[in-house]
């Protein structure tokens, strides 16, 4: 005589599982957040969370998501990749410096602050901070 059928308890199981996530849809259905990207970092800064772009030296993050790419003078692409790689902006230091050495922009890179987008790519920073 069984005592418990594996049968019954994968479809107890299952049935729980089903019934789990519908009321978890439901809960969710109508849900919109209260903060904006934006709220959300001032406030983080308020109570002195620390970001990755802060971390980073240079780079500051506006309240629209995109960022503040501070460049010193004399500072090298290789320097500028890295940064830029280690705050999240660019997928890959190296093609940063690659795509600087192949168009020969390595010594127009100018000194300065720079808004960057989150939509933007690669490129499209190396044109920004070169002026070309």
């Not at 059928?5 to 729980?16: A, H, R, T």
């Not at 660019?90 to 602050?113: C, H, T, W, Y």
Request: glycine content about 12%; proline content about 2%; charged content about 20%.
């Amino acid at each position: 005589m069984k005592l418990i059928d594996g049968k019954s308890v994968l479809l107890g199981m299952g049935i729980g599982i089903i019934i789990a996530s519908i009321l978890g849809y439901i809960f969710f259905l109508g849900y919109q957040p209260q903060l904006s990207d934006g709220e959300i970092i001032s406030r983080a800064r308020q109570l002195g969370m620390v970001d990755r772009f802060d971390a980073a030296g240079g780079i500051i993050r506006n309240q629209d998501g995109s960022v503040t790419l501070t460049i010193s003078e004399g500072e090298s692409a290789s320097q500028i990749a890295e940064r830029l790689y280690n705050a999240g902006i660019i997928g890959s230091s190296i093609e940063f410096e690659i795509m600087v050495r192949k168009g020969n922009l390595q010594d127009a890179i100018r000194p300065g602050q720079y808004r960057i987008d989150y939509k933007e790519d690669t490129s499209a920073i190396i044109q920004k901070i070169t002026g070309q």
